[in-house]
Every structure is written in structure tokens, then in C-alpha cells.
């Protein structure tokens, strides 16, 4: 691929994908399914205010979707594992011209989890990119689109436990890791964190995905998930995370300025495990923000947070303690499209 580029998140959309929550091992027993897919529609709902959504279900799963859905989100049907369009989705790029076209990275069930099963979802990125009638260009790298975060201007942010992880890259360098990045993406340069939250090592957790730790809010400009508690391992975590980013410049050579965006209050979930809720864990649509919300002391301020960043934009708090009990959040349950002619 050459002459193309991942647009950053906030760049106009042609439209929103998501896949909609059926029968799997994420969900343990039928209330947790019925939970889930309450908080997929609310979401969607969310998202449809702003642009269309394309919605993929399982066979036999249409009929529930839409009546959850209502009447203005697109349905399509195909084999589905599970429900995490970020990271089974492709990766959509444009081209110089203004042409769309989608990355479709290898996908191995997180890194080959004991759980997760992947033989349909491994082809959906394909799939959609048929579906939105692009072509699609196979990369050899073990990759999730939630692993990834751009400004569009050449900057990308990585974790060494995703993409350098025994479960997805096993014999890959750093380097031949940014190559491939870099040559997927557009991207120049690569900021490195060495690790995700602590409750992304759990059960269903991605093994330290980035999209719930720190994302570009403009050019420039990085928001970075802040624990305040010292309770939390996260604490120690998030003070990495900030002098880490702190002391970085993105592709142009711009001094990254760091917004602290505080953690949730809560630190520990029913089962007495650490929780990673996280604000960061957000989605731009065209013209607003869907932000998760933890029916937390935090939420508000969070969301305060996010209208000064994005004045232009309407900012939606949507409870996503259903989609982090799964192991995402609304970002990892959607995936943009890029607006045709975007450069």
C-alpha cells in the first residue's frame, strides 16, 4: 500500500460499523447477554443521532436487533464469534485521491485466548470492507484496531504488550512492527507505551490495549487515562503513562500536551477484581462524542472534560458497565468509516 493513510477519529465519517452481541463465551448466561445487548443498542442509538450505523449480527439474530435497535440502524447478516467491531473490523485508510480503502489486519482472538474463538470473525474485516465496497489489503501482523490510536498527521500510539506479545507477534522486532504500522497507516513515527491497564490482564481483557489508556484529542494534543487512587495498581501506571507521553512529540515534532482525564471512583468490580474503566474509551461521530458512563461521581466531570476539548461537539454519556464487564468499552464496540475524498 502506498499513498494512504488511517484519517484520525474525528475526521468526517461516512458512517459508524458495530456487530451486534449473540450467544458466546464473553457472555456467560442469558441476563448478561440481554445486558449487553441493551448497552450495544444505547450506543448505536447514541451514535445514529450524529451518523448512519451499520449493524452485523449472527444468523438468526436479526429480529432481536431490531427491536432493540428501532427502525434507523442498517442491519446486514453474517457469521459472527463475538461483538468487538474495533479490533475484527478493518482498519479503514484513504488515499491521495480521496479513495477509501481497508486494512485487514490478522486477528487471533486477542492473542489466542483460551476463551475467545475466531474462526468467522477473523473474516469479517473482509467482509465489511465488501460490504462497503472498498478493497481490502491483507497485513501479516497480529493487529486489533483497538491497539492503534492516530492524529492523522503521521503519529500512532502502540503498547509493547499488543503488538511485541508472545500470543500475536512472537520472533517481531519493534521495528518490523512500525514498518508494518507505518506502512498501513501512513504513519512516521511511533509512541510506545509498555503496557495497558491492570484490568486488561483479566479473564477477557485485551492484554493491554490502548484505546482505554491514552488517544488524540487533536493534533498535538493527547488525553491519557489518570488514576488517582493510589489504592489502584493503575496509580503507578497512569504517572508512567503521563511522563512517558509528557516527554514525547508527535510526527511534525510538536511537545505532546497532555490532558489528565481522572479515572472513575470505583476501583474494584462485584467480584472483588480490579476494574478498567476508563473515559478514554470514547467515540467521535460527526458532531459528537459518545463517552462512557459508570453511574460515577466522575462521569460529569469527565464529560466537562470533553465538551472544552470539543466545543463544536455534543458530548453523550452512555453507561457502559455491561460493555467493560465483556472487556471493552464504546470504542471497542465500533469502528469508523472515513468520509469518501477525505485526504
Request: with cysteine; net charge negative.
Amino acid at each position: 500500500m502506498t499513498d494512504f493513510r488511517m484519517p484520525a477519529e474525528w475526521e468526517p465519517h461516512e458512517r459508524t460499523w458495530m456487530a451486534w452481541p449473540g450467544p458466546n463465551p464473553t457472555f456467560t448466561n442469558d441476563e448478561e447477554l440481554a445486558e449487553a445487548r441493551s448497552a450495544w443498542a444505547s450506543v448505536a442509538r447514541a451514535v445514529r443521532r450524529f451518523e448512519p450505523v451499520t449493524m452485523v449480527h449472527g444468523p438468526g439474530q436479526g429480529a432481536v436487533a431490531r427491536e432493540l435497535l428501532g427502525p434507523d440502524v442498517e442491519l446486514v447478516e453474517r457469521e459472527l464469534d463475538d461483538a468487538w467491531m474495533r479490533d475484527i473490523g478493518p482498519t479503514f485508510v484513504t488515499g491521495g485521491q480521496g479513495q477509501l480503502a481497508a486494512v485487514d489486519w490478522t486477528f487471533n482472538g486477542w492473542g489466542g485466548q483460551e476463551w475467545a474463538r475466531w474462526e468467522h470473525d477473523a473474516k469479517i474485516a473482509g467482509q465489511v470492507a465488501d460490504l462497503a465496497g472498498v478493497p481490502s489489503y491483507p497485513s501479516p501482523l497480529v493487529n486489533e484496531g483497538g491497539a492503534i490510536h492516530v492524529d492523522g498527521e503521521g503519529t500512532v500510539l502502540l503498547t509493547e504488550t499488543v503488538q511485541l506479545g508472545a500470543g500475536r507477534n512472537p520472533g517481531w522486532t519493534r521495528e518490523q512492527v512500525e514498518t508494518e504500522i507505518h506502512a498501513r497507516l501512513g504513519t512516521t513515527k511511533a509512541i510506545w507505551l509498555p503496557h495497558g491497564l491492570a484490568g486488561d490482564y483479566g479473564t477477557y481483557g485485551t492484554q493491554g490495549h490502548v484505546d482505554i489508556v491514552a488517544a488524540f484529542a487533536r493534533p498535538g494534543v493527547v488525553v491519557v487515562h489518570s488514576q488517582r487512587d493510589p489504592a489502584h495498581p493503575d496509580h503507578a501506571r497512569s504517572r508512567e503513562y503521563l511522563e512517558i507521553l509528557r516527554g514525547e512529540t508527535d510526527a511534525k515534532g510538536r511537545r505532546l500536551e497532555v490532558v489528565e482525564i481522572p479515572a472513575p471512583t470505583v476501583l474494584t468490580d462485584g467480584d472483588g477484581d480490579w476494574v478498567d474503566y476508563s473515559y478514554i474509551n470514547h467515540y467521535l461521530c460527526n458532531g459528537g462524542v459518545v463517552l462512557c458512563g459508570f453511574d460515577d461521581p466522575n462521569d460529569e466531570r469527565a464529560a466537562g472534560i470533553f465538551r472544552r476539548l470539543f466545543p463544536e461537539r455534543t458530548v453523550t454519556l452512555v453507561d457502559a458497565r455491561a460493555i467493560f464487564a465483556g472487556g471493552g468499552g464504546i470504542h471497542c464496540i465500533t469502528q469508523q468509516q472515513p468520509k469518501r475524498g477525505v485526504r
